[in-house]
């Protein structure tokens, strides 16, 4: 498979023309982009899937049928890497029910969604399994870091190994990692590493969508794609309370042109790796949150509203602008839907319709 390609001169005037639309008419024309494509030259349209059930591979298996019939044309996987808490060194990648997947599983789920003609990808999560306060992953702060980066290097390249057996097309180096995204050496000799494998898909790392810029993230130019979650404050700025659809169309619309411009001037393809709503009245001012609304009733109508604000600023950015997709977050094999469903999932629901809605006139 190929790295990212020179774009043609075609291309680079495509890029110039659309250029007026997401870089301030007074800022210097930077270089040319390296191109979106070989995604068969179109932005990705895709889930998230979480492979954690695993003693019911069946059901992913079945998860990858269901998303291609929906015309979705991408699948992103995500393998965890368990670690104790905040403070260890270790993190343990063993296949065990209710832990880690069996690589086996992993290839199995892979080899399906190339056989439907989806693009794939694969995103190692960190978990921590004794979180104390707001712990996560994106505050380690391990008692060893030297200790801690070679059991990372060593459980990221388990799961780089099995992303090539299964022919993905991408890899996820890194997922919302912040404490760790000063150490800039240490990032860019694990990507080297990574490069040094026998992978050839594309690299990339995803940033939570608050700590994205070059001075957050300085080794984005040893990757081939720039990767953020989406999860903005759609209700931050609106004109009116509750919000109408054109204030959620509108913050959307200031956040994507911020992304658009950022990946531009480092000239790599911007991957929103994460992009959801769960069906909680919070979701549109906190698509982060998923708890506060546990023991309420669904909201639907949320969900449903912070998809089409998306549609309505992201759906017709074409590839050529320097846009590679989104993996919407997330498709699950066990939880079913409904009018009861509170989680991101879109089954059964208003926010499927408008999905399928859009790919079925979606120009690629």
Known sequence: ??????????????????????????????????AAGDWNDSAVAGFTIKLYHTKQPALYLDAIDELAAHGFDAVQIVVPMFQRDVTATELSVTASPGRCPAPADVVALLQRANSRGLRTAVMPFVQIDQRRGDDWRGTLRPLRWDAWWASYRAALTHWLDVAREGGADAFCVGSELTSTQGQTAQWVALI?????????????YSANFTNFGHEAVKYWPHLDMIGVNGYFDLTEGAANDPPSATDLADAWRRNRDRLLNFARAQRLPL????????????????PWDYVTGLRKPADHSAQERGYRAFIDTWGRVPSR?????????????VARGGASDVTYGVRGKPALDVLRGWLSGRER
Do not use: N
């Open 1 to 34: 498979m190929l790295r990212w390609l020179c774009i043609t001169a075609l291309a680079v005037f495509a890029v110039a023309s659309l250029g007026a639309l997401f870089i301030p008419q007074d800022d210097a024309a930077p270089a040319p982009l390296r």
């Open 321 to 333: 602008s320097g846009y590679a997709g989104v993996f919407f977050y997330e498709w699950d094999p």
């Open 192 to 204: 080297d590493h990574c490069r040094r494998r026998p992978f050839d898909g594309r690299l990339y």
């Open 271 to 286: 991957l929103l790796t994460e992009v959801g709503y769960s069906s909680q009245s919070q979701t549109l001012r906190k």
